[in-house]
């Protein structure tokens, strides 16, 4: 096996036996991403200069030390460009570290590039990139799933170790899917926001992409925790992630909720969670079908609350202080409505439109407060759930990759991909999304397991027993 | 309520926002389905739920200490001006 296929943990012990160095494994990435990103194109900027110098000069004896890590393009590094896949922000330098940013250099951390994304993490596809569209490593003509497409797709093709998306609909969890990989997304408060660029501030989440499930405890461990410039964040004591990877599943108490399982959920998809279940059952796991009675009404709270908020976060955008102005001469109104024109695409304007109307004099009541009440009610489902199940389970995406440009002509066919991953954001609890097999076309199939506030370690117990006993993080895409 | 009665074209003006003829048909079109497909709220039952609903999860009030911290410097902070002169953004005049 190349170095690039490995993993943290496997590289963590070469790198403190001294068996190999940063540099000879920056150099096995920097070959990987010049064969193969020509291709996937998950990249948006590789500096391999600094990758070098980095490795020259990393603490090997830091929890990540050495390990070269990708990083979503909406995540600010200073000194480095920070675009959100936008036209709006070509240029801008980044003033400062974002805290998950300086939590990764304190944990030795090599930071090696910057990844494509759907523009401002508006997208499931990560076609609405303006730069670029990257594929699916596995079948070059299917998307790889967004918003975080990019960040997925380099670890999916072995061109980065690990690497941070952001989730606030499924933007981790279903690009993880569709790639092949294992996407967490914390719980809400768990991980600082700090730096991360605002889409919807109450759904909003960082998380990490990795090829296993320990990658994934090990990533967690180093980003999470309160932080002082982030109120959302939480003051709940994080425990030792990797510690839970070794308690069994017997007694494991696992809810399989029916409403996740009916209708347009794909053959395979269904096949591959069915053999999943049985295998938790021939564990000894606790198996119950529960209910999410207000699970119908997720996409429609989420797309009013979502653009909503999108709407008065991306008002900052507007031609003064930083980003794109356009060349216009003209009052500060038109010099408003003429940079963020120019400078925005095409779904960051519909949803900007969609938010502005449902905050809007007269409608607020029936569509922004309307669903803040139904919010309040899934909520409570996945309370009521968690009284009676440890985790739940169900399928991350409704369907295997989809064809490129199959649903960029329809907004809401494009929304309804992430039925399974967003009604999580809207009750603020964790989920992951860990490969479970292959459709029969050969595209990755991802399960989803839900765990309650702050119980990220059940969900790595549950997920690392499930993936030890299979086969599927071995498998690589081929080029 | 009649979700088709979204005006694309006022409401892009309201969010500070310029859009062809093109753009507003399309969006016009777009929306309006969008707004058609969240309409199924209307007939949820919500009379078990607060007016004003607070989330319990969220944190409220998170104060700090009102002391002086080390921030951005003026330079990074004008740094990604499109227009900027003596640490200043520089801006069109907005009162005549």
Known sequence: ?479 | MNSNSIDVAYVAGLARLELTQAETETFQKQISSILDYVEALQRIDVSSVADNPIDPNLPTNVLRPDELRPSLTAQDVVRNAPKSANNLVIMPKIVE
């Open chain 1, 1 to 479: 096996m190349s170095l690039y296929q490995e993993t943290i943990a496997s590289l963590r012990r070469k790198l403190t036996a001294k068996e190999i160095s940063p540099t000879e494994l920056v150099q096995s990435l920097l070959q990987r991403i010049e064969s193969v990103d020509p291709k996937v194109n998950g990249y948006l900027r590789v500096d391999s200069e600094k990758a070098l110098a980095q490795a020259k000069n990393c603490d090997l004896s830091k929890p990540l030390g050495g390990i070269p890590i990708a990083i979503k393009d909406n995540i600010n590094e200073k000194g480095e460009e920070c675009t959100c896949a936008s036209q709006i922000l070509v240029g801008y330098q980044a003033p400062y570290d974002a805290t998950v940013i300086r939590k990764l250099k304190e944990a030795g951390a090599i930071l090696l590039g910057r990844t494509n994304m759907d523009e401002f993490a508006m997208g499931s596809s990560t076609e609405h990139s303006s730069f670029k569209k990257t594929s699916n490593p596995w079948k070059l003509d299917h998307i790889p799933g967004g918003s975080s497409g990019g960040s997925a797709a380099v670890v999916a093709a072995d061109e980065a170790i690990a690497s941070l998306g952001s989730d606030t609909g499924g933007s981790i969890r279903q690009p993880a899917a569709l790639c092949g990989c294992v996407g967490l997304k914390p719980t809400y408060g768990r991980v600082s926001r700090y730096g991360l660029v605002a889409f919807a501030s109450s759904l909003d989440q960082i998380g990490p992409f990795t090829k296993t499930v320990e990658d994934s405890a090990l990533m967690l461990q180093a980003i999470a925790g309160q932080d002082h410039y982030e109120n959302t964040s939480r003051p709940v004591a994080v425990p030792d992630y990797t510690a839970s990877l070794q308690q069994p599943v017997k007694g494991l108490r696992i809810g399989i909720p029916k409403e996740y399982f009916g209708e347009g959920i794909d053959h395979d998809v269904a096949d591959a969670l069915q053999k999943s279940i049985a295998w938790y059952q021939s564990q000894g796991a606790i198996i119950k079908e529960i209910s999410l009675p207000h699970t119908h009404a997720a996409i429609a709270v989420y797309y009013i609350i979502a653009t909503a908020e999108a709407s008065a976060n991306l008002a900052r955008f507007d031609g003064v202080r930083y980003g794109h102005r356009t060349s216009t001469v003209g009052d500060p109104l038109t010099i408003y409505r003429k940079s963020r024109a120019e400078g925005f695409g095409p779904e960051v304007k519909r949803r900007i439109i969609l938010g502005t109307y449902v905050l809007s004099s007269g409608y607020a009541d029936a569509y922004y407060n309307r669903a803040q009440k139904v919010r309040q009610l899934l909520r409570r489902d996945f309370v009521t759930a968690f009284q009676e199940c440890d985790v739940l389970l169900t399928p991350t995406s409704p369907t295997p990759a989809f064809k490129a440009g199959e649903k960029m002509n329809d907004p809401l066919k494009m929304y309804l991909a992430d039925i399974c991953t967003i009604a999580v954001n809207l009750a603020e609890v964790c989920g992951i999304s860990i490969p479970c097999g292959f459709s029969s076309n050969q595209l990755p199939i991802g399960l989803q397991l839900i765990g309650p506030h702050f119980q990220e370690g059940t969900l790595f117990r549950a997920a690392h027993a499930y993936e030890q006993a299979h086969e599927w993080v071995k498998r690589h895409p081929q080029f």
